[in-house]
Protein backbone atom coordinates (compact mmCIF):
# COMPACT_ATOMS: atom_id res chain seq x y z
CA UNK A 1 0.00 0.00 0.00
CA UNK A 2 1.58 3.34 -0.79
CA UNK A 3 1.71 6.27 0.97
CA UNK A 4 -0.85 7.96 -0.53
CA UNK A 5 -3.55 5.05 -0.29
CA UNK A 6 -2.68 5.26 2.91
CA UNK A 7 -3.48 8.68 3.93
CA UNK A 8 -6.98 8.07 1.68
CA UNK A 9 -7.94 5.19 3.69
CA UNK A 10 -6.82 7.39 7.69
CA UNK A 11 -9.22 9.87 5.75
CA UNK A 12 -11.75 7.72 4.91
CA UNK A 13 -11.84 6.08 8.78
CA UNK A 14 -11.09 9.14 10.18
CA UNK A 15 -14.48 10.83 8.02
CA UNK A 16 -16.58 7.51 9.41
CA UNK A 17 -15.66 8.19 12.83
CA UNK A 18 -16.54 11.56 12.88
CA UNK A 19 -19.37 11.27 11.17
CA UNK A 20 -20.50 8.37 14.20
CA UNK A 21 -19.22 10.58 16.90
CA UNK A 22 -21.64 13.26 16.02
CA UNK A 23 -24.38 10.81 15.44
CA UNK A 24 -23.73 9.44 19.01
CA UNK A 25 -23.74 12.98 20.21
CA UNK A 26 -27.22 13.86 18.63
CA UNK A 27 -28.38 10.89 20.35
CA UNK A 28 -27.64 11.27 23.93
CA UNK A 29 -30.05 14.01 25.89
CA UNK A 30 -28.13 15.86 28.36
CA UNK A 31 -29.26 15.34 32.13
CA UNK A 32 -31.27 18.65 33.83
CA UNK A 33 -29.22 19.45 36.70
CA UNK A 34 -30.82 18.39 40.00
CA UNK A 35 -30.72 19.43 43.85
CA UNK A 36 -32.03 17.58 46.26
CA UNK A 37 -34.00 15.24 44.04
CA UNK A 38 -35.81 17.77 41.61
CA UNK A 39 -34.92 19.08 38.47
CA UNK A 40 -33.56 22.66 38.59
CA UNK A 41 -34.85 25.48 35.95
CA UNK A 42 -37.50 23.32 34.48
CA UNK A 43 -41.37 24.42 34.69
CA UNK A 44 -44.18 22.16 35.31
CA UNK A 45 -44.25 19.56 32.55
CA UNK A 46 -47.78 21.18 31.35
CA UNK A 47 -50.29 23.09 32.77
CA UNK A 48 -53.90 21.65 33.50
CA UNK A 49 -56.86 24.22 34.21
CA UNK A 50 -58.81 23.46 36.48
CA UNK A 51 -61.98 21.32 36.13
CA UNK A 52 -64.44 23.51 37.25
CA UNK A 53 -62.47 26.51 35.67
CA UNK A 54 -62.71 28.65 39.16
CA UNK A 55 -59.92 30.66 39.98
CA UNK A 56 -58.68 30.96 43.59
CA UNK A 57 -56.86 33.53 45.24
CA UNK A 58 -53.17 31.84 44.47
CA UNK A 59 -54.54 32.67 40.74
CA UNK A 60 -54.77 36.34 42.04
CA UNK A 61 -51.54 36.73 43.31
CA UNK A 62 -49.92 34.65 40.65
CA UNK A 63 -51.40 37.67 38.18
CA UNK A 64 -50.28 40.52 40.10
CA UNK A 65 -46.89 38.98 40.71
CA UNK A 66 -46.01 38.33 37.00
CA UNK A 67 -47.75 41.95 35.71
CA UNK A 68 -45.42 43.72 38.23
CA UNK A 69 -42.36 41.63 37.02
CA UNK A 70 -43.75 42.07 33.39
CA UNK A 71 -42.82 46.00 33.57
CA UNK A 72 -39.85 46.26 31.31
CA UNK A 73 -40.32 42.37 29.40
CA UNK A 74 -43.12 40.54 27.78
CA UNK A 75 -45.18 38.18 30.23
CA UNK A 76 -44.27 34.87 29.26
CA UNK A 77 -40.59 35.90 30.20
CA UNK A 78 -41.52 37.26 33.37
CA UNK A 79 -43.64 34.08 33.83
CA UNK A 80 -40.60 31.88 33.13
CA UNK A 81 -38.21 34.48 35.26
CA UNK A 82 -41.23 33.43 38.50
CA UNK A 83 -40.76 30.01 37.71
CA UNK A 84 -44.18 30.70 36.66
CA UNK A 85 -45.63 28.68 33.62
CA UNK A 86 -47.04 30.64 30.96
CA UNK A 87 -49.77 29.03 30.05
CA UNK A 88 -51.12 28.63 33.21
CA UNK A 89 -50.21 32.70 33.36
CA UNK A 90 -52.52 33.15 30.40
CA UNK A 91 -54.97 30.69 31.24
CA UNK A 92 -55.80 33.07 34.57
CA UNK A 93 -55.20 36.28 32.69
CA UNK A 94 -57.82 35.26 30.35
CA UNK A 95 -60.44 34.30 33.33
CA UNK A 96 -59.85 37.59 34.63
CA UNK A 97 -60.39 39.65 31.87
CA UNK A 98 -63.92 37.89 31.04
CA UNK A 99 -64.97 38.75 35.03
CA UNK A 100 -64.02 42.39 33.66
CA UNK A 101 -65.64 42.24 30.95
CA UNK A 102 -68.60 40.95 32.68
CA UNK A 103 -68.01 43.41 35.56
CA UNK A 104 -68.22 46.28 32.67
CA UNK A 105 -71.17 44.66 30.87
CA UNK A 106 -73.42 44.80 33.89
CA UNK A 107 -72.60 48.16 35.07
CA UNK A 108 -73.51 49.59 31.48
CA UNK A 109 -76.62 47.36 31.58
CA UNK A 110 -77.20 49.28 34.92
CA UNK A 111 -76.38 52.58 34.22
CA UNK A 112 -78.78 52.77 31.23
CA UNK A 113 -81.83 51.68 32.44
CA UNK A 114 -81.30 54.26 35.24
CA UNK A 115 -80.71 56.88 32.64
CA UNK A 116 -83.97 55.45 31.12
CA UNK A 117 -85.40 55.71 34.46
CA UNK A 118 -84.72 59.46 34.96
CA UNK A 119 -85.08 60.62 31.71
CA UNK A 120 -89.03 58.77 31.72
CA UNK A 121 -89.35 60.77 35.26
CA UNK A 122 -88.19 63.62 33.98
CA UNK A 123 -90.71 63.65 31.42
CA UNK A 124 -93.90 62.32 33.41
CA UNK A 125 -92.55 65.52 35.72
CA UNK A 126 -93.03 67.93 32.61
CA UNK A 127 -96.24 66.34 31.94
CA UNK A 128 -97.65 67.51 35.00
CA UNK A 129 -97.23 71.16 34.80
CA UNK A 130 -97.84 70.78 30.58
CA UNK A 131 -101.40 72.47 30.30
CA UNK A 132 -101.35 72.47 26.34
CA UNK A 133 -103.20 69.46 24.85
CA UNK A 134 -100.82 69.25 21.80
CA UNK A 135 -97.33 69.65 23.94
CA UNK A 136 -99.02 67.34 26.39
CA UNK A 137 -99.34 64.20 23.19
CA UNK A 138 -96.13 65.15 22.27
CA UNK A 139 -94.64 64.56 26.08
CA UNK A 140 -96.75 62.04 26.13
CA UNK A 141 -94.85 59.93 22.94
CA UNK A 142 -91.74 60.84 24.21
CA UNK A 143 -92.32 58.89 27.70
CA UNK A 144 -94.18 55.85 25.25
CA UNK A 145 -90.93 56.08 23.17
CA UNK A 146 -88.08 55.50 25.96
CA UNK A 147 -90.35 53.26 27.49
CA UNK A 148 -90.28 51.25 24.60
CA UNK A 149 -86.51 51.47 23.97
CA UNK A 150 -86.24 50.02 27.74
CA UNK A 151 -88.09 47.46 27.29
CA UNK A 152 -86.30 46.63 24.05
CA UNK A 153 -82.69 46.90 25.41
CA UNK A 154 -81.34 43.27 25.28
CA UNK A 155 -82.14 41.28 28.90
CA UNK A 156 -78.42 40.17 29.78
CA UNK A 157 -78.19 35.59 29.71
CA UNK A 158 -77.75 34.30 32.68
CA UNK A 159 -74.00 33.96 32.83
CA UNK A 160 -72.25 30.79 32.71
CA UNK A 161 -71.69 29.81 36.69
CA UNK A 162 -68.01 29.27 36.61
CA UNK A 163 -67.85 33.02 35.06
CA UNK A 164 -70.11 34.15 37.60
CA UNK A 165 -68.30 32.62 40.48
CA UNK A 166 -65.05 33.73 38.84
CA UNK A 167 -66.46 37.55 38.68
CA UNK A 168 -67.32 37.61 42.62
CA UNK A 169 -64.05 36.46 43.40
CA UNK A 170 -62.24 39.18 41.08
CA UNK A 171 -64.90 42.57 41.81
CA UNK A 172 -63.66 43.00 45.57
CA UNK A 173 -60.06 43.09 43.64
CA UNK A 174 -60.42 44.63 40.64
CA UNK A 175 -58.72 48.04 41.80
CA UNK A 176 -55.44 46.22 42.98
CA UNK A 177 -55.60 43.70 39.88
CA UNK A 178 -55.93 46.67 37.42
CA UNK A 179 -53.51 48.65 39.04
CA UNK A 180 -51.24 45.45 38.11
CA UNK A 181 -51.63 46.33 34.43
CA UNK A 182 -50.09 49.88 34.66
Known sequence: MTSVERALVL????AVASSLAGFACRQ?????PVVSGAPVGLLPPHFEPPADGLLTDRHLDLYQKVRRAARDRSESDAA??????PDEFAWV???IVEAFVALDASRVREASAQTYARAIASLRETLRSVRDPRTSR??????????????????????????????LKVAPRRSELEAALR
Open 11 to 14: AAFA
Open 28 to 32: AKPEP
Open 80 to 85: RALGVD
Open 93 to 95: RAR
Open 138 to 167: TVESQIAALERERAGMRRSDPLPAALAANT
